[in-house]
């Protein structure tokens, strides 16, 4: 997968019995929640000391199961689904988790038919446990397949339950099977190795809180670092510190990090461009798109910039969309991508837009420009700098790292799509590591790094085999593969852009397993140093041990409590209902007022038309309507408007 060439741009893109334990038969030990993808017999497994005491519980409580990445959690799911008894429903958070997933419950002794589901696939016809993410799910529920039925389950796994906590699908499923007629009898269990996103022990205890009123959780089960030892368990300690490879200076020509506000960052950038206080790289880089925007509209009446459009993503598509009109317009997407990767970045990432331009060979792509835009090109490259920093703190650390090479087996975690390309080039044009190592990029396929620059769903499993045996040795992937991703383990994770919060860190730090691995971060927010990050675990971890279920809400607390927040959420509502907005509105006010407004299967009536039945179903009040239309987002629409009419109306 070469990203050399840029004109070879990569196409990457009831609840039953309980069954006796299965703990007493011993033929394996797994030592991986990882497990091998490869179909194998079902097979009789030997759970470790803290996976059998864990899923003991789990068996009989509603349990959050926290472990470190590569201590079996998967395990444990499938021993508790095997002794409760089918038909059960795991839900992973990404399409890849959905066969690797359902592969580890075949092979698991005593497990049912298991089925896969995700938007690729069709609905699985015959099944006693389903894996699928859970948009798929939800949208399966909504079209009334009965085999999807909250009422068919006892035991509703969430894998990666951390989820739950945000603005996540998760937390939907979350809130429909709390309201639906199984809600109380179905098992729940919910894996993870980090609780929360949060940062601060108030914050973790609140977000842990809710996660667990969310669920209807009564145990959290972990296990501390002599147990996950003396059952085997390799990986590193909790709060295990990382190696620190901070050379990075902070730049005082930037915006400071308390003043960057993200929703207004393409305005905050572009006024700094006006004043000129924006850094001298940006001035020269927006002059010289200027330029090129100029002799594009030379040869294109059309021609409309971008720029003014705060959606940056849609900078690039606009070039990249008329690339038939001049060939103009293909460079000029690589320099709107340029550009953005330095307004997304708060003008921190000149390094990264410079290498990105020399990639996709912008400074050498000079014969389809006219004389002054290819003089504007060939000084923008003059003035702009050879080195950079970070890429060669990398470099050293990959050689010190990599050593000969016959051993090392390495990830590389970045946080955009697109700086995977560019590390993937910065390491092949290095006069040693070009040689040394053989890297593969991987990141979520739904959406592109560029344009014209993407990983294919087969180019991302293939990236992901080329790992497993050997025939490439450094991955360089976005945080798509700190999550349950079958990947082998690594003696080597480098962190190259700052972690944001524990799970990040927790995660990451479980992919380097094996003896004498190497956990490194090249770059720390301030704010968020690894000291702090390796604290949050502990932390989290303290939460765990002491957890104890909150008491049963007052039902008159808990009505006044939603009554508070529907009131709080009524302007939602009142500020002016329109077709087009009627759904959004709907959507934001069930968020406010955490209720989940749930949708009947659509109908089609003799008329040909279809029928959409929404309800909004709180505490406090249900309330129905229907809508009907030509299409079923007319209908939904039409719904929306009616059931916002009537809400509104109840209230008096």
């Known amino acids: 997968m070469q990203q050399n060439t840029p004109q070879r741009p990569l196409k990457l893109q009831k609840q039953e019995h309980i069954r006796p334990s299965t703990t007493d038969l011993t033929p ?77 419950f075949r092979a698991h002794a005593g497990m049912p038919s298991v089925g896969e589901y995700h938007g690729d696939l069709s609905v699985p016809k015959d099944f006693s446990v389903l894996v699928t993410t859970p948009k798929a799910f939800e949208m399966a529920q909504a079209r009334g397949e009965p085999a999807f039925a909250w009422p068919r389950f006892g035991v509703v796994v969430f ?10 699908p998760y937390r939907n499923l979350a809130l429909k099977l709390r309201q639906s007629d199984s809600g109380n009898r179905v098992r729940i269990l919910g894996l993870t190795a980090s609780l929360t996103y949060a940062v601060g022990a108030t914050k973790i205890e609140k977000s842990v809180e809710k996660l667990c009123s969310e669920l209807r959780i009564e145990k959290i089960e972990n296990a501390d670092d002599d147990e996950l030892r003396r059952g085997g368990y390799r990986g590193a300690g909790r709060g295990a510190i990382a190696e620190l490879r901070l050379v990075c200076t902070a730049r005082a020509d930037v915006v400071a ?52 459009s705060a959606s940056l993503k849609t900078w690039g598509e606009h070039a990249h969309g008329r690339t038939s009109v001049t060939p103009m317009y293909g460079q000029l997407e690589h320099w709107y991508e340029a550009l953005r990767l330095v307004v997304t970045s708060w003008e921190e990432r000149d390094d990264a837009a410079v290498k990105w331009l020399q990639m996709m060979a912008a400074d050498t792509a000079l014969p389809c420009w006219p004389d002054p835009a290819a003089h504007a090109i060939k000084l923008f490259f003059a003035t702009s700098p050879v080195s950079f920093e970070r890429f060669d703190n990398l470099l050293t650390v990959l050689s010190e790292k990599a050593g000969t090479g016959s051993c090392f087996r390495g990830i590389i975690f970045v946080q955009q ?66 999550e349950g991703l079958d990947i082998p383990e690594a003696n080597c994770v480098i962190y190259f852009d700052p972690m944001n919060h524990a799970v990040s860190y927790v995660q990451g730090r479980g992919r380097a397993r094996q003896e004498g691995s190497s956990f490194v971060m090249l770059d720390q927010r301030e704010d968020r140093p690894a000291s702090l990050l390796a604290k949050q675990e502990h932390e989290q971890h303290a939460i765990a041990s002491t957890f104890a279920p909150r008491q049963a809400a007052d039902p008159a607390a808990e009505a006044q409590a939603q009554r508070d927040r ?53 505490v406090l009040r249900q309330v129905e309507a229907s809508g009907v239309g030509p299409t079923k987002k007319v209908a939904r629409r039409q719904a929306a408007v009616a059931l916002v009419t009537k809400l509104i109306a109840s209230f008096k």
């Open 28 to 104: 394996i030990d797994i030592t991986s929640e990882e497990t091998s993808t490869t179909t194998r017999s079902p097979i009789a497994m030997k759970l470790r000391p803290y996976q059998a005491r864990i899923a003991e519980v789990a068996v009989t409580a509603n349990t959050v199961v926290l472990l470190p990445t590569g201590a079996g959690k998967t395990l444990v799911a499938a021993e508790v689904i095997t002794r409760i008894g089918a038909p059960a429903v795991m839900f992973v958070p990404t399409i890849p988790l959905v066969s690797q997933q359902a592969s580890a």
């Open 159 to 168: 894998d990666e339950v951390h989820h739950v906590i945000k603005d996540h």
């Open 257 to 308: 990090r308390d003043g960057r506000k993200p929703h207004l960052m393409h305005q905050s950038f572009f006024d700094r461009v006006r004043r000129a206080a924006a850094t001298t790289f940006s001035m020269e880089l927006v002059r010289t798109i200027r330029i090129l925007e100029a002799a594009v509209r030379a040869v294109d009446s059309q021609f409309k910039s971008p720029l003014p």
């Open 417 to 482: 799509r697109i700086m995977t390309h560019v590390l993937q080039y910065v390491i092949e044009n290095d006069p040693k590591l070009g040689s040394l190592l053989c890297s593969k990029c991987l990141y979520a396929t739904a959406t592109p790094a560029s344009p014209s620059l993407t990983i294919t769903k087969k180019g991302a499993k293939s990236a992901l085999s080329a790992f497993a045996t050997g025939a490439a040795n450094l991955l360089i992937a976005t945080n798509v593969a700190e």
């Open 566 to 618: 529907e009131r709080s959420a009524r302007p939602v509502l009142s500020a002016g209902i329109t077709e087009s907005t009627a759904v959004a509105k709907l959507n934001l006010y069930c968020k406010k007022t955490k209720v989940v407004c749930g949708e009947t299967p659509t109908r089609v009536l003799p008329s040909g038309l279809f029928q959409v039945t929404q309800r909004y179903d709180s």
